[in-house]
T-cell receptor
């Protein structure tokens, strides 16, 4: 059975541009969370979605947005990119928001120049 | 709020035992999680403690003391492949995961 998949694997963007990152959860999982991990630090929570509704939001500016589709896949959008947005963006899926075990995808490495 | 603290780096020798500590302060509690993350890869789940005490799983064990806001991950019979970052997470009840800064473990031959 396939695990969590993310695309693209790597991405290079210029300041001011926008980016869309995609995530497909494990089959049967209805909850998706997004994290930003800057090099040398732990993942920072951005969003959680469940049944297409936002269930949690971390301390990130409005430039960050996300959505979940009927098939439970998800997109993370970042507008007006800044150099500081360069990071590994991780997607994690779980059965539901209350499930204690999250499964992480391989991540998307975003570099903003 | 949530505050999680871990040592930044640790070094140990192959075959040895190492203990990675984690302290947390939270207004609520929904269990203590440990994840392993190899460089450039996604975190993988190691353990989950919700009650006080020691949980053993092969070479890895995790301990929790809720009254002290303290946990540790114990790695026995260290192998080179155990070189990785170890992340502690203590999400407040009903909220989402908050990870600590991670401890980078280097296992030397």
């Amino acid at each position: 059975d396939a695990g969590v998949t993310q695309s693209p694997t790597h991405l290079i963007k210029t300041r001011g541009q926008h980016v869309t990152l995609r995530c497909s959860p494990i089959s049967g999982h209805k909850s998706v969370s997004w994290y930003q991990q800057v090099l040398g630090q732990g993942p920072q929570f951005i969003f959680q979605y469940y049944e297409k509704e936002e269930r949690g939001r971390g301390n990130f500016p409005d430039r960050f947005s996300a959505r979940q589709f009927p098939n439970y896949s998800s997109e993370l959008n970042v507008n007006a990119l800044l150099l500081g947005d360069s990071a590994l963006y991780l997607c994690a899926s779980s059965l539901d928001p209350g499930a204690y075990e999250q499964y992480f995808g391989p991540g998307t490495r975003l570099t903003v120049t | 709020g949530q505050n999680i603290d871990q040592p930044t780096e640790m070094t140990a020798t192959e075959g040895a035992i190492v203990q990675i500590n984690c302290t947390y302060q939270t207004s609520g509690f929904n269990g203590l999680f440990w994840y392993q993350q190899h460089a450039g890869e996604a975190p993988t789940f190691l353990s989950y403690n919700v009650l006080d005490g020691l949980e053993e799983k092969g070479r890895f064990s995790s301990f929790l003391s809720r009254s002290k806001g303290y946990s540790y991950l114990l790695l026995k019979e260290l192998q080179m492949k155990d070189s990785a970052s170890y992340l502690c997470a203590a999400p407040p009840y009903g909220q989402n995961f908050v990870f600590g800064p991670g401890t980078r473990l280097s296992v030397l031959p």
